[in-house]
């Protein structure tokens, strides 16, 4: 796999609502724990929507995992121009921060928000230029907007073999406590 989707939940969606939240840390740490045999079998490409919650962490994975894997790269394609502009001004200054240090950026849409088409064609886009997709969601937690990109990989998946990689919350759990085992010790 050359090229990988990763997206999942809205920070609100996990009641997820400043940078100071302390799940962060293991959500990016879950996703850098799927990305390293990736890059191991030779992944170049970390692709994410850039929505705020787990894509811009997923991003923040891979620009720190670029120090160890050079040839790594990473992109974020919104659905439209400009989707920081509904944002507070933290989020703002986070999301301009990441993109000092992306390798790619464009929106699908050149236009402003004009409706869920966008996004639509934005997961088309996403879906065919990637070889599978990293999804962190967890159904069992209740529906949630990842849900519907998860419905679309798996139907790539069983019609031309799209790799499916899920992070549950019972694989960030696995993460905290590995952390706070660890801590206990020093």
């Excluded at 990763?6 to 990305?35: D, F, M, W």
């Excluded at 490409?45 to 891979?62: C, F, R």
């Excluded at 934005?122 to 065919?128: E, I, K, Q, S, V």
Aim: hydrophobic share 35%.
């Amino acid at each position: 796999m050359e090229n990988i989707l990763v997206t999942g939940y809205r920070a609100h969606e996990l009641g997820i609502y400043n940078s100071k939240h302390p799940g962060i840390p293991y959500i990016r740490q879950a996703i850098t724990n799927r990305l390293i045999p990736l890059l191991e079998e030779g992944l170049q490409w970390v692709i994410t929507p850039g929505q705020y919650g787990v894509d811009l962490w997923a991003i923040e994975a891979a620009i720190k995992l670029k120090s160890h894997y050079t040839n790594l790269k990473c992109s974020i394609l919104t659905a439209y121009q400009n989707p920081e502009d509904q944002w507070n001004e933290d989020k703002k200054t986070y999301f301009m921060e990441l993109m000092k240090e992306v390798d790619f950026y464009a929106p699908v849409s050149k236009s402003p928000y004009q409706g869920p088409w966008q996004f639509t064609a934005r997961d088309d886009l996403l879906l065919r230029k990637t070889d599978g997709i990293l999804l962190v969601y967890d159904e069992d937690a209740g529906d949630a907007s990842p849900r519907f990109i998860k419905e679309r990989a798996l139907k790539k998946q069983a019609a031309d073999g799209y790799r499916f990689i899920s992070i549950g919350s019972e694989d960030i759990q696995a993460v905290a406590d590995e952390e706070n085992m660890s801590q206990e010790y020093y």
